[in-house]
């Protein structure tokens, strides 16, 4: 058997937006769930010293394993074993050592419809069963305690994520809690992708640690700390599944680089900095939520946190590969279609990512503003 993997579309986005850039036009990057900026000024510092001075190889870092444990006493009154974190190269090996440690294959695993396109096609590609859940506006687009409650047959697993992509939505405490507490219930394992913690425009984001001691965390220096190249991530599991990820993740992975590791720990150091990104996601969140009105899109998911907008554009297409598309090619503005993340209803909706420059907000914005007050022009008059 071979599994069968549908494609990212945003990626042939992409690649089209790099294609008409070689050729000199001028392109906004929106398409894509990652940081404009670099990482943090002191973590490349320590990153050239490193290149300087150590050969490297394979190692895990003790130092940095204890701080990723702190994070969780500090920010979530959480107590980590060291030993419970294991670095990984990216959040997206991490997500593969936790459902490999977890799950046999044709185990059935819920995740929220729409929702990121990796969890599915990692499950299958895994031989496991996606069930996905149709989240809308009534649900804040999450999975709640009462749909996980009447689930039947009972699923053997979850991904949860919170805030989500593609539609920034944070899952409130009393709903984590209540969800901790059907799992618990009914023997549902759960796996929490907590990548976009520390990007949070209300209310922070909770750890599921808070409710569910036994669930596996996944998270990554990707996105609050700017590091996306870096390939450094982590997971922390309970205290049962240490040597079997271990194990994993030796065989499949060895170790992330030295080199991510060591400019990692120092990230952690460099708050004013990363907290100056916030600010600049705060302010392009508005500007968008200030002018989507004029383009005419009233139907969004709420985005508590993340970098993501996610939009209804039903009122004008029911193609959004086609529609971003036309989209890039006419304005310069890349974007993600919605089929990646819901392949039932996705067809009418367009994911926008404001991880960019403020600047860049303002200029897409002024491409985008006239581009789709013509398309419900045309579309009226069809």
Same mark, same amino acid.
């Given at each position: 058997?071979?599994?069968?993997?549908?494609?990212?579309?945003?990626?042939?986005?992409?690649?089209? %937006?790099?294609?008409?850039?070689?050729?000199?036009?001028?392109?906004?990057?929106?398409?894509? +769930?990652?940081?404009?900026?670099?990482?943090?000024?002191? %973590?490349?510092?320590?990153?050239?010293?490193?290149?300087? $001075?150590?050969?490297?190889?394979?190692? *895990?870092?003790?130092?940095?394993?204890?701080?990723?444990?702190?994070?969780?006493?500090?920010?979530?009154?959480?107590?980590?074993?060291?030993?419970?974190?294991?670095?990984?190269?990216?959040?997206?090996?991490?997500?593969?050592?936790?459902?490999?440690?977890?799950?046999?294959?044709?185990?059935?695993?819920? $995740?929220?419809?729409?929702?990121?396109?990796?969890?599915?096609?990692?499950?299958?590609?895994?031989? #496991?069963?996606?069930? *996905?859940?149709?989240?809308?506006?009534?649900?804040?687009?999450?999975?709640?305690?009462?749909?996980? /409650?009447?689930?039947?047959?009972?699923?053997?697993?979850?991904?949860?994520?919170?805030?989500?992509?593609?539609?920034?939505?944070?899952?409130?405490?009393?709903?984590?809690?209540?969800?901790?507490?059907?799992?618990?219930?009914? +023997?549902?394992?759960?796996?929490?992708?907590?990548?976009?913690?520390?990007?949070?425009?209300?209310?922070?984001?909770?750890?599921?640690?808070?409710?569910?001691?036994?669930?596996?965390?996944?998270?990554?220096?990707?996105?609050?700390?700017?590091?996306?190249?870096?390939?450094?991530?982590?997971?922390?599991?309970?205290?049962?599944?240490? +040597?079997?990820?271990?194990?994993?993740?030796?065989?499949?992975?060895?170790?992330?680089?030295?080199? %991510?590791?060591?400019?990692?720990?120092?990230?952690?150091?460099?708050?004013?900095?990363?907290?100056?990104?916030?600010? $600049?996601?705060?302010?392009?969140?508005?500007?968008?939520?200030?002018?989507?009105?004029?383009?005419?899109?009233?139907?969004?998911?709420?985005?508590?946190?993340?970098?993501?907008?996610?939009?209804?554009?039903?009122?004008?297409?029911?193609?959004?590969?086609?529609?971003?598309?036309?989209?890039?090619?006419?304005?310069?503005?890349? $974007? /993600?279609?919605? #089929?990646?993340?819901?392949?039932?209803?996705?067809?009418?909706?367009?994911?926008?990512?404001?991880?960019?420059?403020?600047?860049?907000?303002?200029?897409?914005?002024?491409?985008?503003?006239?581009?789709?007050?013509?398309?419900?022009?045309?579309?009226?008059?069809?």
């Amino acid at each position: 058997m071979i599994a069968e993997i549908s494609p990212f579309h945003a990626i042939a986005i992409s690649r089209e %937006a790099h294609a008409l850039e070689a050729q000199g036009r001028s392109i906004l990057h929106m398409e894509f +769930g990652q940081p404009s900026t670099g990482a943090p000024a002191e %973590a490349i510092a320590q990153a050239h010293h490193v290149l300087d $001075t150590e050969p490297m190889g394979y190692w *895990e870092s003790i130092g940095l394993k204890q701080r990723i444990a702190r994070l969780y006493t500090d920010r979530h009154s959480v107590a980590v074993d060291p030993e419970q974190v294991l670095l990984t190269c990216g959040a997206s090996p991490g997500l593969v050592l936790a459902l490999t440690c977890l799950f046999a294959p044709g185990a059935r695993v819920a $995740t929220a419809r729409p929702g990121y396109v990796a969890y599915r096609n990692t499950l299958k590609a895994l031989y #496991l069963e996606p069930l *996905e859940i149709a989240c809308g506006p009534v649900d804040r687009y999450q999975i709640s305690a009462d749909a996980l /409650a009447t689930i039947d047959p009972v699923p053997d697993g979850l991904i949860l994520a919170s805030p989500a992509n593609p539609t920034g939505t944070i899952i409130p405490a009393d709903e984590l809690a209540a969800i901790a507490r059907v799992c618990a219930e009914r +023997g549902i394992r759960i796996v929490s992708d907590e990548i976009y913690h520390g990007l949070s425009f209300g209310e922070p984001a909770h750890s599921m640690l808070e409710y569910a001691p036994d669930a596996v965390i996944v998270n990554s220096f990707s996105k609050y700390y700017s590091m996306a190249g870096w390939r450094l991530g982590w997971i922390v599991v309970p205290p049962a599944l240490i +040597g079997a990820a271990r194990a994993r993740m030796g065989n499949l992975f060895l170790t992330p680089p030295v080199l %991510a590791q060591r400019a990692g720990l120092t990230a952690f150091d460099c708050a004013d900095e990363l907290e100056g990104h916030v600010d $600049t996601y705060r302010r392009n969140r508005q500007l968008l939520l200030d002018a989507l009105p004029a383009l005419g899109l009233a139907r969004i998911a709420p985005p508590d946190g993340a970098f993501y907008i996610y939009a209804d554009i039903s009122h004008l297409t029911d193609d959004s590969l086609g529609f971003c598309q036309k989209l890039l090619r006419e304005t310069g503005v890349a $974007t /993600a279609p919605g #089929l990646d993340f819901d392949p039932v209803d996705g067809h009418r909706f367009i994911r926008f990512s404001f991880a960019v420059s403020t600047d860049r907000v303002v200029d897409a914005i002024a491409r985008m503003t006239p581009w789709f007050q013509q398309q419900a022009s045309l579309k009226r008059g069809s």
